[in-house]
């Protein structure tokens, strides 16, 4: 994570709400032949335990089991021109971005872990996406959904540590910050913009 104390988020249980509130990582494995990384949604499943399911098939699911992971969790980020602040040529290019970082032991789960965590995983999403109609599994065929929980697996983090980085112009002017959140919102980064404090 960046080493500027400035650009600390906060506390470990306001970085992991807004990890699991982005809901995807990038989850990072060595393996003996070379690291690996699998992309998945996530949810909480206790004080400091995460969930994650993969597919049967990806080539990191065998080394998942029992190993040291690393979870990578980004929100809105962007690069930060110098153009953007007062005195440009005082100023080098940058970028501005908001992440997390998750490390512990992944553990496979048993399938009733696994549908706990599709639900927990659809009753967290659903109703951000169509809140008139959300999914539900009731929805689903009961055989067909067996059928498709054959080809994942899900697996469960014991949390180890939580760190994070909201680098977002802190470290800037107030004038510095007010340009470089008029320049996101011109070249369609408004997400970013919005989360530049004023």
Known sequence: MHPNPVFRPGDEAGMLDWAVGIGFAHIFVTTPDLPLVVHAPVVTVGER???????RA??????LDGARVLLSIAG?????????????????????????????????????????QLDRLAAIHEPRVIPENPWTRAKMDEDRFRAMLRAIIA???EIDGIR???KLSQNKSAADRAGVVAG??????????????Q
């Open 76 to 116: 809105a980020q962007g690069y930060i021109t110098p153009n953007w602040y007062v005195a440009p040529g005082q100023q080098v290019p940058t970028w501005d971005y908001t992440a997390v970082e998750i490390d512990g032991v992944a553990r496979a789960c048993d399938d009733d872990a696994l549908v706990e």
């Open 184 to 197: 996101l919102m011109r070249s369609g980064h408004a997400d970013l913009a919005r989360e530049i404090p």
């Open 164 to 166: 994070g980085t909201r």
């Open 58 to 63: 990806n080539r990191a699911t065998p080394h």
């Open 49 to 55: 335990r995460l969930r994650f399911h993969v597919a």
């Open 155 to 157: 697996f469960e983090v």
